[in-house]
């Protein structure tokens, strides 16, 4: 872990009001992002903490996160309040969640699953009953560059040699029946899911009020893209019972249409083959092996999703490029 401070960070502390604070790096995931957590004592001895993001350019840009961030708390939908922002520094200052995960608190209370995962789909009824943010559409050339990720990258790294222009015509007449659906569309948060679910009071019934972090590449797409991150984990096994009885809960609650179960397999298959391809890229590129460990699960996802008969051209060119022995395995031995 780099827990190196990052540079000004004295100035811009003083200035935000929290001179002479303590910082403390956080583990760090996917991408060039850190997170500190700053602890301060306020005049009457308590202990007061904020999150320090650094996301420093050229590789990151905190101005989507800021962006995002605003709206959603403009609202009414939870995100960390911002206290102080440089960002052509790379720095911003929020509101400390805390460290109570949805998934890690799952862990060790699963009694709770069903009550946590309800809020949860409740907080997206919520926010897919407000107008569309001002953010950029998820469309089909989006789409394609996330779903070609399985033929730029895992399929390489199992020696496999593919059709990929046959992978972007299956796509294409696969996600094109869905694109009237999501306009106007909503707000897709994108990376929905139990390590971006922070619960700030996990001792009320449901784990309290729920945080959302993790949102800076929100766009406006379709009702069913976040319940699939959310209901189709990549960390985090999700029963098929489970998923069954939170699509329920939300569909009881909005008009969601009657393509609504094939749209949400269309974008499972969409999110998921994205999935392995990333986790392939993590891997190869930059030498995270801890993702290749997830692979099976998101391909377990992806297989069920492919069953849907929506999904005829995508599961056709899975039949004839990808060998049944990778496909028994969840995605074959990966090393």
Known sequence: MNDTLP????????????GGAEVEPLPGDASFRRYFRVRAKERDGAEASA???????????????????????????????????????????IEDFGADRMRDWLDANPLDEDAVYARAIDALVELHARPPGPFA???????????????????????????????????????TPLLPRQDPGVTVLRDYHAENIMLLRPE??????????????????????????????????????????????????????????????????????KIVGIFARLWV????????????????YLERDLTHPALAPVADWFAGNIPQEVRDTGGGELQ
């Not at 540079?7 to 929290?18: C, R």
């Not at 708390?73 to 200052?93: F, T």
């Not at 222009?165 to 696969?174: C, H, K, N, S, Y």
């Not at 766009?219 to 189709?232: K, T």
């Open 7 to 18: 540079t000004g960070l004295d100035d811009f502390l003083a200035e935000a009001g929290w």
């Open 51 to 93: 999150m320090l993001m650094d996301a420093p350019p050229p590789h990151e840009d905190p101005r989507p996160f800021l962006h995002v961030g605003k709206w959603l708390a403009e609202h009414g939908l939870r995100a960390p309040r911002i206290y102080a922002e440089r960002a052509e520094q790379g720095l911003v200052l």
């Open 137 to 175: 559409a998820y469309d089909m050339a989006t789409y394609q560059r996330e779903a070609a990720l399985f033929s730029e990258w895992f399929c390489p790294l199992q020696g496999i040699a593919v059709d990929a222009e046959g992978l972007r015509a299956a796509w294409d007449a696969v996600l």
């Open 204 to 273: 009320e019934p449901g784990g309290g009020e729920q945080g959302l972090i993790d949102f800076q590449d929100a766009l406006v797409g379709h009702r069913a893209y976040d319940l699939v991150s959310l209901l189709q984990d990549a960390r985090r096994d999700v029963s098929p019972v489970l998923e069954r009885r939170m699509l329920d809960r939300y569909c009881a609650q909005v008009d969601a249409g009657e393509d609504f179960e094939a749209d949400y397999a269309r974008l499972g298959a969409q999110r998921n083959a």
């Open 285 to 300: 590129r930059d030498h995270k092996s801890r993702y290749l460990a997830m692979i099976p699960r998101v391909w377990d």
